[in-house]
């Protein structure tokens, strides 16, 4: 099966304006998730959907292919589905722009889930975490699945802890089905996804299948500017173990 890799890379950001080419150690935010997917063993390639010249010719800078969209368009996951619609493939991972610590193997686990199971319309992913803060934190997505880890619901709100305080934090990484991506884009925003102002909610109110595969290392997303200090700390701690 041929996987592209798309990274949706809007200007505008309601919260953190230019977000994904701010510079986080000196590069911009995306080029962390375009470096990561550029070393995944499933990704046939790796394109950047841009919505603006600003964003394409920095991306350019550091070599990757970007890809011009629409400004207008309503959603990541939508100028994904944009660029998905014209390539040869049978698998499309929507990659996060602002999500800088993504391994690249994590991509390839969600990848895999799809080739290797029939039944499931797209893939995402998940970490365990025993955090009593950020299991009340609104910007922390949590996610309940069946035994079968199938995805049951997704919300901001408290969910799903155990009686020991475990809880399963969503990354918003997503691998689809060409065919389901096209379709989902095409649906109108559902109930419960205007509700809790969360996409993956629209595919399963309309009967599509997500597999949810677990983390072992745990993502920090730029949100807010006020992010990027943490993320910077991080990656410098693990560059000095690299080296």
């Not at 798309?6 to 994904?20: D, E, N, T, W, Y």
């Not at 994904?80 to 610590?101: G, R, T, W, Y």
């Not at 799903?160 to 991506?181: C, M, N, Q, T």
């Amino acid at each position: 099966m041929t996987s592209y890799g798309i990274i949706p890379a809007r200007l505008g950001s309601s919260r953190f304006p230019a977000k994904v080419i701010a510079s986080v150690c000196g590069k911009p935010l995306v080029q962390y998730i375009w470096e990561a997917a550029k070393k995944s063993k499933k990704l046939k390639k790796v394109l950047i959907a841009v919505d603006s010249s600003e964003v394409m010719k920095r991306v350019q800078s550091f070599g990757a292919e970007a890809v011009m969209t629409p400004s207008d368009l309503p959603s990541g996951s939508d100028r994904v589905a944009f660029v998905a619609k014209d390539l040869s493939a049978d698998i499309i991972v929507n990659l996060q722009a602002d999500e800088p610590l993504l391994p690249a193997d994590a991509i390839d686990e969600l990848v895999q889930a799809i080739e290797e199971d029939p039944e499931l319309s797209l893939g995402t992913l998940a970490i365990l975490k025993k955090d009593p803060t950020s299991f009340q934190d609104p910007n922390i997505v949590k996610c309940v699945m069946d035994s079968r880890r199938r995805a049951l619901y997704f919300s901001r709100k408290p969910l799903g802890s155990s009686p020991e305080g475990d809880f399963y934090k969503h990354v918003g990484i997503y691998a689809y089905r060409k065919e389901a991506l096209l379709k989902l884009s095409h649906l109108p925003p559902s109930p419960l996804e205007r509700t809790e102002k969360l996409e993956q909610l629209r595919a399963l109110e309309n009967g599509f299948s997500i597999g949810v595969r677990l983390l072992t290392q745990d993502t920090y997303a730029v949100d807010l500017p006020t992010d990027i200090p943490t993320v910077e700390s991080i990656l410098r701690a693990l560059q000095g173990m690299v080296n």
